[in-house]
Every structure is written in C-alpha cells, then in structure tokens.
C-alpha cells in the first residue's frame, strides 16, 4: 500500500475514518476536548478527511498554493488556540487510527509515507504561528 491507496480507503469510507480518529483523540487526550466544544463532530470529520487530502497532495505533488494553504492553516489553528505541542498529540492518534483502520494493509512504506507528509504540512503551518496568513 502506498500513501494515495490509503487516502483512497480513508475517501472511500465516507466520515468513518474522521470519526474513528476523533474518538480516539479526544478519549486519549480530553484535556483538548475544550477545541471541538461547539464543533459539529459530523462535519468536523468531513473536514479531517479533505484536509487528508490536501496533505497527501502536498506530500505527492507540491504546489505553492497549496503550501499557502498549510500555512493559513497554522495561522487559523494558532487564533483557536491550538499549541504546537499539541500536533504532537494528533500524530499520535492520527497514526494509531491509520494503523487500525488499514489492518493488515498498514506496512512501513506507507507509514513513512504518511509521516513525511505530516512533517511537510507541520513545517508549513508553524510557518503560518510565526506570521499570520490570510487568504
């Protein structure tokens, strides 16, 4: 398996694998349960899912329209009052839901694959924390 193939599954899935990552999320971690207070879950795992999407696409095939967006979207997570040690805490779930939503299909190939791309969108979004993007 290889990083588009599991985007495919994840896209596929519809918002199963948003709201199995939220669950463990905020179940691992409820001290940021006061982030998704007023959030609709249900669209909130939509939004995971595109934003999946568009990591893939900057891991696979960087634009700089798309780094711009990576970028506003640190400034946005920065206005909510997201930390930046917390993304470290979304890894952490992010990468044990994408373990056992893929099963047996999860190998180390993919899992590095899914890795370097979430440094790439974490580099480009503690950019947006330093200086304040809008779009």
Same mark, same amino acid.
């Given at each position: 398996?290889?990083?588009?193939?599991?985007?495919?599954? *994840?896209?596929? +899935?519809?918002?199963?694998?948003? =709201?199995? $990552?939220?669950? =463990? $999320?905020?179940?691992?971690?409820?001290?940021?349960?006061?982030?998704?207070?007023?959030?609709?879950?249900?669209?909130? /795992?939509? *939004?995971?899912?595109? /934003? @999946?999407?568009? *990591?893939?696409?900057?891991? +696979?095939?960087?634009?700089?329209?798309?780094?711009?967006?990576? =970028?506003? @979207?640190?400034?946005?997570?920065?206005?909510?009052?997201?930390?930046?040690?917390?993304? +470290?805490?979304? $890894?952490?779930?992010?990468?044990?839901?994408?373990?056992?939503?893929?099963?047996?299909?999860?190998?180390?190939?993919?899992?590095?694959?899914?890795?370097? /791309?979430?440094?790439?969108?974490? +580099? /480009?979004?503690?950019?947006?924390? @330093?200086? =304040?993007?809008?779009?």
């Amino acid at each position: 398996m290889e990083i588009h193939e599991s985007l495919n599954e *994840i896209l596929h +899935s519809k918002d199963q694998f948003g =709201r199995l $990552f939220y669950e =463990r $999320f905020l179940e691992t971690y409820p001290e940021l349960q006061h982030h998704f207070a007023r959030v609709d879950m249900k669209r909130q /795992a939509i *939004i995971l899912t595109t /934003a @999946l999407m568009v *990591i893939e696409r900057f891991y +696979s095939q960087p634009t700089p329209a798309i780094e711009l967006y990576m =970028r506003y @979207l640190g400034t946005k997570h920065h206005e909510l009052g997201v930390g930046t040690g917390d993304f +470290s805490k979304f $890894f952490e779930s992010m990468f044990q839901t994408l373990k056992s939503f893929h099963g047996d299909q999860w190998n180390p190939d993919v899992e590095r694959q899914w890795r370097e /791309a979430f440094e790439r969108t974490t +580099s /480009a979004m503690f950019e947006g924390y @330093l200086e =304040r993007v809008q779009v």
